[in-house]
């Protein structure tokens, strides 16, 4: 049986994890897959998310994706859900090109030669989290991390909501792009999960979805 990814998408803090817990805890049926972190050596752990060291945490986390994608894969569970996938990538490579100008051009690059290679999942459906900075950072404190997550730690607070901005846009065309179902969360667990089912049985209706790997990846590499 084809497997059917849900990925969940969204800022550090927006409660990506508990969403998950929420889900599997009402669908029985889906199962929830380690996190890229889990397959990045110990003796290389990610460097800090500044210009210096992009290249290098890049390469960690594709890398650890890459090895995620063929966990799941190799399993016999159908339903899966997914902490971020490749557009998390994508998104904050084109992020870090227009807001350092930064050429990031060959892992984009990179990632598009693994798409077209099968060895990135891409997910049947998309959950974004949006969430209030303030709630998103209280979280982040509350649990040990005083960094901006995913934000480059070394920008002043304008800059921040700057680089989270830009960032959102990228996951909007991207979203749109792929036209594949997409739910938008706001606190409400309920109404996402009860959204979620009726996706779902639509999927089961239709045949396979088609391979569009090759036409994605042409249009990563026009951007």
């Given at each position: 049986m084809t497997k059917k990814v849900i990925c969940i998408e969204g800022p550090s803090g927006a409660g990506k994890s508990t969403l998950c817990n929420q889900i599997t805890d009402t669908l029985k049926y889906f199962r929830v897959s380690p996190l890229v972190q889990e397959f990045i050596p110990k003796q290389h752990p990610a460097p800090l998310l500044n210009k210096s060291s992009i290249a290098n945490g890049y390469t960690l986390y594709m890398a650890g994706y890459v090895n995620k994608c063929k966990f799941i894969q190799a399993q016999k569970e159908p339903y899966w859900l997914l902490d971020r996938s490749w557009i998390s990538n994508l998104t904050y490579l084109l992020t870090i090109r227009d807001f350092y100008q930064f050429d990031s051009s060959a892992m984009i690059q990179t990632l598009a030669d693994k798409l077209i290679n099968k060895e990135l999942l891409t997910p049947d459906?998309?959950?974004?989290?949006?969430?209030?900075?303030?709630?998103?950072?209280?979280?982040?404190?509350?649990?040990?991390?005083?960094?901006?997550?995913?934000?480059?730690?070394?920008?002043?607070?304008?800059?921040?909501?700057?680089?989270?901005?830009?960032?959102?846009?990228?996951?909007?065309?991207?979203?749109?792009?792929?036209?594949?179902?997409?739910?938008?969360?706001?606190?409400?667990?309920?109404?996402?999960?009860?959204?979620?089912?009726?996706?779902?049985?639509?999927?089961?209706?239709?045949?396979?979805?088609?391979?569009?790997?090759?036409?994605?990846?042409?249009?990563i590499l026009k951007m």
């Open positions: 459906i998309f959950i974004y989290l949006d969430c209030e900075p303030s709630i998103s950072g209280a979280r982040r404190i509350k649990r040990g991390d005083t960094a901006w997550g995913d934000v480059p730690i070394n920008l002043s607070l304008e800059d921040k909501m700057k680089f989270r901005k830009y960032r959102y846009h990228y996951y909007t065309v991207f979203f749109e792009l792929l036209n594949l179902p997409k739910i938008y969360h706001y606190e409400n667990s309920r109404k996402t999960i009860g959204a979620l089912q009726v996706i779902l049985l639509n999927l089961e209706q239709t045949k396979d979805k088609k391979d569009k790997a090759q036409i994605i990846a042409n249009q």
